[in-house]
């Protein structure tokens, strides 16, 4: 399964950024999805991840309120939606498959992970 992650850029503190990740070579319909970001010198940290139907969802708590992911199943995407950026958001955002579909928020329990997006949040 490939995940390429898009939508990243540079923002303001305070903006919006919507990133999208578009699954290929299988479905995913039966995965649950992640996002999780790598800020520089630091330990890749879990931001939210989704159950298969898209019913529920997890978030860490510094971004509880302010991002959402979401997923359209039939496209093959995800999404992760972030308003009220903060400096701090600055990271590279990866997008992450879990065939077990756990939802889980542990980076090595997720099977495929695509290459990430580069968000930077100026203050």
């Known amino acids: 399964v490939q995940l390429p992650a898009s939508g990243g850029g540079l923002v303001q503190a305070g903006g919006s950024l919507r990133l999208s990740c578009a699954a290929s070579g299988r479905s995913i319909r039966t995965y649950a999805m992640g996002w999780f970001r790598q800020a520089p010198g630091k330990e890749r940290e879990f931001v939210a991840s989704?159950?298969?139907?898209?019913?529920?969802?997890f978030y860490a708590d510094s971004v509880k309120g302010r991002f959402t992911i979401s997923r359209d199943n039939p496209k093959n995407m995800v999404y992760l939606q972030m308003d009220s950026l903060k400096p701090e958001d600055t990271a590279v955002y990866y997008c992450?498959?879990?065939?077990?579909?756990?939802?889980?928020?542990?980076?090595?329990?997720?099977?495929?992970w695509g290459q990430g997006t580069l968000v930077t949040v100026s203050s």
């Open positions: 989704i159950y298969w139907s898209g019913s529920t969802a």
């Open positions: 992450a498959a879990d065939t077990v579909a756990t939802a889980t928020t542990v980076a090595a329990l997720y099977d495929y």
